[in-house]
Protein backbone atom coordinates (compact mmCIF):
# COMPACT_ATOMS: atom_id res chain seq x y z
CA UNK A 1 0.00 0.00 0.00
CA UNK A 2 1.74 3.34 -0.70
CA UNK A 3 1.70 5.74 1.64
CA UNK A 4 -0.14 9.39 0.81
CA UNK A 5 2.41 12.22 0.25
CA UNK A 6 2.72 14.99 3.10
CA UNK A 7 3.41 18.54 2.52
CA UNK A 8 6.33 19.58 4.34
CA UNK A 9 6.80 22.81 5.58
CA UNK A 10 9.57 24.93 4.01
CA UNK A 11 12.80 25.21 5.30
CA UNK A 12 13.90 27.70 6.56
CA UNK A 13 17.94 28.60 6.77
CA UNK A 14 19.47 30.40 10.43
CA UNK A 15 20.08 34.01 10.23
CA UNK A 16 23.88 34.86 9.91
CA UNK A 17 24.99 36.09 13.37
CA UNK A 18 25.65 39.44 13.88
CA UNK A 19 28.94 41.51 15.60
CA UNK A 20 26.59 42.27 17.94
CA UNK A 21 25.59 38.56 19.65
CA UNK A 22 29.24 37.53 19.03
CA UNK A 23 30.55 40.26 21.79
CA UNK A 24 27.67 39.10 24.15
CA UNK A 25 28.34 35.45 23.97
CA UNK A 26 32.25 36.56 24.38
CA UNK A 27 30.80 38.45 27.47
CA UNK A 28 29.34 35.33 28.82
CA UNK A 29 31.82 32.63 28.46
CA UNK A 30 34.36 34.82 30.08
CA UNK A 31 32.31 35.22 32.87
CA UNK A 32 31.73 31.43 33.52
CA UNK A 33 35.17 31.23 33.01
CA UNK A 34 36.10 33.65 35.61
CA UNK A 35 33.82 32.21 37.98
CA UNK A 36 35.03 28.41 37.34
CA UNK A 37 38.54 29.90 38.07
CA UNK A 38 37.51 31.24 41.29
CA UNK A 39 35.60 28.47 42.34
CA UNK A 40 38.96 26.53 41.77
CA UNK A 41 40.65 28.96 43.24
CA UNK A 42 38.41 28.23 46.52
CA UNK A 43 38.43 24.79 46.37
CA UNK A 44 42.19 24.76 46.11
CA UNK A 45 42.20 27.57 49.33
CA UNK A 46 40.08 25.27 51.03
CA UNK A 47 41.90 21.97 50.70
CA UNK A 48 44.97 23.61 52.19
CA UNK A 49 43.04 25.15 55.35
CA UNK A 50 41.72 21.51 55.98
CA UNK A 51 44.74 19.96 55.26
CA UNK A 52 46.51 22.78 57.66
CA UNK A 53 43.57 22.22 60.30
CA UNK A 54 43.99 18.43 59.80
CA UNK A 55 48.27 18.64 60.59
CA UNK A 56 46.97 20.59 63.53
CA UNK A 57 44.93 18.14 64.88
CA UNK A 58 46.64 15.18 64.41
CA UNK A 59 50.06 17.38 66.26
CA UNK A 60 47.58 18.21 69.14
CA UNK A 61 46.31 14.41 69.52
CA UNK A 62 49.85 13.17 69.77
CA UNK A 63 50.73 15.89 71.93
CA UNK A 64 48.12 14.54 74.20
CA UNK A 65 49.34 11.15 73.45
CA UNK A 66 52.52 12.02 74.65
CA UNK A 67 51.56 13.25 77.84
CA UNK A 68 49.50 10.56 78.82
CA UNK A 69 52.08 8.18 78.40
CA UNK A 70 54.48 10.19 80.60
CA UNK A 71 52.05 10.86 83.24
CA UNK A 72 51.55 6.84 82.82
CA UNK A 73 55.31 6.36 83.23
CA UNK A 74 55.01 8.42 86.15
CA UNK A 75 52.29 6.62 87.98
CA UNK A 76 54.27 2.89 87.15
CA UNK A 77 57.68 4.49 88.57
CA UNK A 78 55.84 5.85 91.76
CA UNK A 79 53.78 2.14 92.27
CA UNK A 80 56.76 0.57 91.95
CA UNK A 81 58.61 2.59 94.41
CA UNK A 82 55.47 2.62 96.59
CA UNK A 83 55.28 -1.05 95.83
CA UNK A 84 59.22 -1.79 97.16
CA UNK A 85 59.22 0.58 100.13
CA UNK A 86 55.83 -1.49 101.65
CA UNK A 87 57.64 -4.57 100.77
CA UNK A 88 60.71 -3.25 102.75
CA UNK A 89 58.80 -2.03 105.56
CA UNK A 90 57.10 -5.91 105.73
CA UNK A 91 60.23 -7.61 105.66
CA UNK A 92 62.18 -5.60 108.14
CA UNK A 93 58.63 -4.97 110.60
CA UNK A 94 59.60 -7.83 113.32
CA UNK A 95 62.85 -6.34 113.62
CA UNK A 96 61.35 -2.30 113.71
CA UNK A 97 59.33 -4.76 116.67
CA UNK A 98 62.16 -6.00 118.29
CA UNK A 99 63.97 -2.95 118.47
CA UNK A 100 61.00 -0.69 120.17
CA UNK A 101 60.68 -3.61 122.50
CA UNK A 102 64.20 -2.77 123.47
CA UNK A 103 63.88 0.49 123.93
CA UNK A 104 60.94 0.15 126.17
CA UNK A 105 62.78 -2.44 128.06
CA UNK A 106 65.51 0.32 128.51
CA UNK A 107 63.24 3.10 129.49
CA UNK A 108 61.57 1.23 131.83
CA UNK A 109 64.45 -0.15 133.59
CA UNK A 110 66.04 3.57 133.85
CA UNK A 111 62.93 4.66 135.10
CA UNK A 112 62.83 1.76 137.91
CA UNK A 113 66.30 2.76 138.66
CA UNK A 114 65.95 6.70 138.88
CA UNK A 115 62.28 5.89 140.93
CA UNK A 116 64.21 3.08 143.75
CA UNK A 117 67.21 5.59 143.91
CA UNK A 118 64.90 8.26 144.57
CA UNK A 119 63.27 6.28 147.10
CA UNK A 120 65.42 4.67 148.56
CA UNK A 121 68.61 7.16 149.20
CA UNK A 122 66.98 10.55 149.33
CA UNK A 123 64.76 12.15 151.59
CA UNK A 124 62.39 13.03 149.47
CA UNK A 125 60.07 9.77 150.51
CA UNK A 126 61.19 9.13 153.85
CA UNK A 127 58.90 8.86 156.56
CA UNK A 128 57.46 12.02 158.78
CA UNK A 129 54.80 10.80 160.42
CA UNK A 130 52.64 8.06 161.64
CA UNK A 131 49.02 8.99 161.33
CA UNK A 132 46.87 5.95 162.71
CA UNK A 133 42.66 6.13 162.24
CA UNK A 134 40.17 4.31 163.58
CA UNK A 135 41.14 3.87 167.30
CA UNK A 136 38.29 4.50 169.90
CA UNK A 137 39.39 2.06 172.83
CA UNK A 138 43.11 1.71 171.59
CA UNK A 139 45.37 4.07 172.19
CA UNK A 140 47.06 5.61 168.90
CA UNK A 141 50.11 7.46 170.89
CA UNK A 142 51.03 4.16 172.49
CA UNK A 143 50.99 2.30 168.87
CA UNK A 144 52.75 5.65 167.55
CA UNK A 145 55.41 5.33 170.31
CA UNK A 146 56.28 1.81 169.77
CA UNK A 147 56.77 2.50 165.58
CA UNK A 148 59.09 5.78 166.02
CA UNK A 149 61.91 3.24 164.75
CA UNK A 150 60.61 3.88 161.50
CA UNK A 151 60.50 7.87 161.36
CA UNK A 152 63.10 8.55 158.27
CA UNK A 153 62.87 5.55 156.66
CA UNK A 154 61.90 5.20 153.18
CA UNK A 155 58.31 4.79 152.33
CA UNK A 156 59.39 1.53 149.85
CA UNK A 157 61.29 0.21 152.76
CA UNK A 158 59.21 0.78 155.86
CA UNK A 159 59.43 -2.47 158.06
CA UNK A 160 55.76 -4.12 157.59
CA UNK A 161 56.48 -7.03 159.76
CA UNK A 162 57.41 -4.87 162.92
CA UNK A 163 54.28 -2.86 162.25
CA UNK A 164 52.11 -6.14 162.11
CA UNK A 165 54.10 -7.59 165.26
CA UNK A 166 53.38 -3.89 167.45
CA UNK A 167 49.41 -4.19 165.83
CA UNK A 168 49.03 -8.37 167.28
CA UNK A 169 49.70 -7.18 170.71
CA UNK A 170 46.75 -5.15 170.63
CA UNK A 171 43.66 -7.16 171.34
CA UNK A 172 41.27 -4.63 170.48
CA UNK A 173 42.32 -4.54 166.81
CA UNK A 174 40.63 -7.04 164.50
CA UNK A 175 41.71 -5.77 161.54
CA UNK A 176 44.15 -3.45 159.95
CA UNK A 177 45.48 -1.74 157.06
CA UNK A 178 48.81 0.35 156.02
CA UNK A 179 49.23 2.94 153.34
CA UNK A 180 51.85 4.86 152.15
CA UNK A 181 50.63 8.53 151.58
CA UNK A 182 54.07 10.02 149.29
CA UNK A 183 55.69 11.81 150.47
CA UNK A 184 56.02 11.41 153.96
CA UNK A 185 52.77 9.68 155.43
CA UNK A 186 52.52 6.64 157.08
CA UNK A 187 48.97 5.69 157.90
CA UNK A 188 47.16 2.42 159.86
CA UNK A 189 43.83 1.91 159.56
CA UNK A 190 42.19 0.14 162.81
CA UNK A 191 39.30 -1.88 162.72
CA UNK A 192 38.28 -2.29 166.23
CA UNK A 193 36.78 -5.33 167.42
CA UNK A 194 33.38 -4.81 168.46
CA UNK A 195 31.68 -6.16 171.99
CA UNK A 196 28.94 -8.14 171.74
CA UNK A 197 27.77 -9.23 175.62
CA UNK A 198 29.50 -9.97 179.22
CA UNK A 199 30.16 -12.95 179.94
CA UNK A 200 30.83 -14.16 184.06
CA UNK A 201 34.56 -14.65 184.38
CA UNK A 202 34.72 -15.89 188.09
CA UNK A 203 33.92 -12.77 190.31
CA UNK A 204 34.15 -10.47 187.46
CA UNK A 205 32.46 -9.83 184.34
CA UNK A 206 34.51 -9.90 180.74
CA UNK A 207 33.31 -7.90 177.86
CA UNK A 208 33.34 -9.87 174.86
CA UNK A 209 33.36 -9.45 171.11
CA UNK A 210 31.60 -11.94 168.32
CA UNK A 211 34.99 -14.04 168.21
CA UNK A 212 34.98 -14.26 172.40
CA UNK A 213 37.81 -12.35 172.57
CA UNK A 214 38.08 -10.04 175.68
CA UNK A 215 37.81 -6.54 175.66
CA UNK A 216 37.89 -5.49 178.81
CA UNK A 217 37.01 -6.70 182.33
CA UNK A 218 35.05 -5.17 184.93
CA UNK A 219 34.87 -6.11 188.56
CA UNK A 220 30.76 -6.12 188.51
CA UNK A 221 28.38 -5.87 185.90
CA UNK A 222 28.30 -2.89 184.47
CA UNK A 223 25.38 -2.63 181.55
CA UNK A 224 25.27 -1.18 178.41
CA UNK A 225 25.50 -4.79 176.92
CA UNK A 226 23.20 -7.96 177.61
CA UNK A 227 24.69 -10.67 180.20
CA UNK A 228 25.49 -13.94 178.58
CA UNK A 229 25.22 -17.39 180.08
CA UNK A 230 26.42 -20.13 178.14
CA UNK A 231 27.36 -23.67 179.53
CA UNK A 232 30.88 -23.10 181.39
CA UNK A 233 30.99 -19.89 180.57
CA UNK A 234 33.01 -19.98 177.87
CA UNK A 235 32.85 -17.81 174.75
CA UNK A 236 33.68 -20.76 172.72
CA UNK A 237 31.65 -23.21 171.36
CA UNK A 238 27.78 -23.83 169.79
CA UNK A 239 25.52 -22.39 172.33
CA UNK A 240 27.67 -19.46 172.53
CA UNK A 241 28.11 -18.99 168.77
CA UNK A 242 24.41 -19.41 168.40
CA UNK A 243 23.85 -16.77 171.09
CA UNK A 244 26.01 -14.16 169.22
CA UNK A 245 24.59 -14.35 166.11
CA UNK A 246 20.94 -14.35 167.08
CA UNK A 247 22.62 -10.73 168.96
CA UNK A 248 23.86 -9.82 165.65
CA UNK A 249 20.53 -10.44 163.71
CA UNK A 250 18.24 -8.51 165.78
CA UNK A 251 17.95 -5.07 164.86
CA UNK A 252 18.67 -2.11 167.19
CA UNK A 253 15.35 -1.18 168.73
CA UNK A 254 14.98 -4.92 170.01
CA UNK A 255 18.86 -5.69 170.74
CA UNK A 256 19.22 -2.39 172.76
CA UNK A 257 16.13 -3.94 175.17
CA UNK A 258 18.18 -6.91 176.03
CA UNK A 259 19.46 -7.47 179.49
CA UNK A 260 20.27 -11.07 179.36
CA UNK A 261 20.39 -13.99 176.59
CA UNK A 262 20.75 -17.76 177.35
CA UNK A 263 22.04 -20.58 175.17
CA UNK A 264 22.50 -24.17 176.29
CA UNK A 265 22.86 -25.70 173.05
CA UNK A 266 22.76 -23.92 169.72
CA UNK A 267 19.02 -24.26 169.26
CA UNK A 268 17.50 -22.77 172.66
CA UNK A 269 18.63 -19.21 172.54
CA UNK A 270 16.86 -16.82 174.52
CA UNK A 271 16.86 -13.48 175.71
CA UNK A 272 14.85 -11.33 178.31
CA UNK A 273 13.79 -8.07 177.59
CA UNK A 274 15.31 -5.65 180.13
CA UNK A 275 12.87 -2.69 180.26
CA UNK A 276 9.85 -4.87 180.91
CA UNK A 277 11.01 -8.45 182.12
CA UNK A 278 9.52 -10.49 179.26
CA UNK A 279 11.10 -13.82 178.28
CA UNK A 280 11.52 -14.42 174.17
CA UNK A 281 12.26 -18.23 173.06
CA UNK A 282 14.06 -17.90 169.98
CA UNK A 283 15.60 -21.32 169.19
CA UNK A 284 18.11 -21.24 166.29
CA UNK A 285 19.52 -18.56 164.48
CA UNK A 286 18.03 -19.81 161.47
CA UNK A 287 14.93 -18.00 160.02
CA UNK A 288 16.20 -14.56 161.68
CA UNK A 289 13.81 -12.25 159.08
CA UNK A 290 10.81 -14.22 159.90
CA UNK A 291 11.13 -14.31 163.72
CA UNK A 292 12.07 -10.91 164.11
CA UNK A 293 8.50 -9.55 162.15
CA UNK A 294 6.68 -12.23 164.18
CA UNK A 295 8.56 -11.11 167.35
CA UNK A 296 7.24 -7.28 166.24
CA UNK A 297 3.53 -7.79 165.45
CA UNK A 298 3.35 -10.18 169.37
CA UNK A 299 4.87 -6.90 170.96
CA UNK A 300 2.46 -4.62 169.13
CA UNK A 301 -0.41 -6.65 169.74
CA UNK A 302 0.64 -8.48 173.11
CA UNK A 303 2.22 -5.06 175.00
CA UNK A 304 3.56 -5.46 178.41
CA UNK A 305 1.32 -6.54 180.96
CA UNK A 306 -0.74 -8.82 179.02
CA UNK A 307 1.99 -11.22 178.44
CA UNK A 308 4.95 -12.59 179.82
CA UNK A 309 6.41 -14.83 177.57
CA UNK A 310 7.06 -14.94 173.45
CA UNK A 311 8.00 -17.97 171.55
CA UNK A 312 8.73 -17.63 167.89
CA UNK A 313 11.31 -20.40 168.02
CA UNK A 314 8.95 -21.71 165.57
CA UNK A 315 8.17 -19.76 162.48
CA UNK A 316 4.94 -21.50 161.78
CA UNK A 317 3.43 -21.48 165.15
CA UNK A 318 4.35 -18.61 167.53
CA UNK A 319 3.00 -18.54 171.38
CA UNK A 320 2.25 -15.98 173.49
CA UNK A 321 2.18 -17.16 177.16
Do not use: C
Not at 135 to 148: F, G, H
Amino acid sequence: MKRPDVPRPPRTESPAPSPANNARVTSVETRRRARSSEGSTRVRRATRVSSTTARGTTARLHREEAALARQAVRDARKARKEFEKNEVRRFTARVRRRRQAWIVGIVAVIALGVFVTVGVFSPVMRVEEITITGATRVDPASISSQLSDQIGTPLPLVDVSRIEEVLRRQNLVESYSIESRPPHDLIIHLVERQPVAYMPAGTAFMLADAAGVTIETASSYPGGFPLLHVPSDQPSGPAFESAVGVLRSLPGTLRDRISEVSASTADDVSFILGDTGQRVFWGSPDDAATKIRALLGLLANWPPGTANEYDVSSKDNVVVR
